[in-house]
């Protein structure tokens, strides 16, 4: 897949005249918050208004988020018929999502199903993964194997089922196996960048208005263990 880079320090990996498709980095917020930060929907919009010319202000609509921490795959809509479309996709689980992950600890089968349920804490902003129901949780599921072992750290490539708040985190925290760099989650230590090895790799989706089979791969950061995995 080419990847285009510019001015904006955008990596986009799929641009057509409905969706633009973005490797997120470290560190980029998907949509304000109340930090104040510079939102990529904000550099996505400045973008297609550089490339373009578009005079007036350009529509963006935000499909689905990826953690601050996190990195990979953000898809925009840039109309509104490809942003409802999309919206449905991602809701009715219509889209493919695998992740990359690196963790410390090896779980303990190479692969394996797992199904929690999630309850957010909204005053920290985590969740907690619960083996059985409790109030207010949300069932969810995920399926992960072990693509790749370290010497120290082991590379999980995982399937998600559910798109339940910060769940690859606290699914993985809660066998054991916390993600590399998230002390939210039980790691021991913080990354440099201020990052987790949490990466959104690949999305397989119908596309909305061609309706053609997308297949979107986005390239790891460029970091030792990640070139290793």
């Known amino acids: 897949m080419k990847v285009i880079s510019n001015k904006n320090n955008l990596q986009i ?10 490797n997120k980095r470290v560190g980029d917020i998907v949509q304000g918050d109340k930090t104040g930060d510079k939102p990529l929907s904000d550099v996505v919009k400045e973008y297609i208004k550089d490339k ?3 005079p007036g202000e350009v ?3 935000v499909v689905h988020r990826l953690d601050r921490p996190t990195t990979g795959i953000v898809v925009f809509a ?4 490809a942003l409802t479309r999309m919206n449905e996709l991602f809701s009715n ?5 695998t992740y990359w992950a690196v963790v ?8 394996d199903t797992l199904v929690h349920y999630i309850k957010r804490n909204e005053k920290n902003n985590t969740s907690k993964a619960h083996l059985k129901e409790v109030p207010d949780s949300k069932m969810a599921s995920l399926e992960y194997k072990i693509i790749k072992e ?5 590379g999980l490539e995982i399937q998600l089922h559910t798109g339940r708040h910060h769940q690859i985190r606290a699914q993985l925290a809660a066998i054991g196996s916390p993600i590399k760099g998230d002390l939210k989650y039980g790691f021991d230590r913080s990354n440099p960048d201020g990052g987790i090895h949490l990466h959104a790799r690949k999305l397989v989706f119908i596309h909305p208005v061609s309706k053609e089979n997308i297949t ?3 390239p790891t950061p460029e970091e030792v263990i990640w070139k290793a995995i």
């Open 93 to 97: 689980r219509e889209t493919q999502k």
């Open 104 to 111: 410390k600890n090896k779980p303990s089968k190479n692969e």
């Open 216 to 218: 979107i791969i986005a």
């Open 78 to 81: 840039r109309t509104s018929k």
């Open 52 to 54: 373009y010319n578009k």
């Open 13 to 22: 990996l799929h641009e057509d005249n409905h969706l633009i498709v973005v």
């Open 150 to 154: 370290l010497d120290n750290y082991f």
């Open 59 to 61: 529509f963006l609509g």
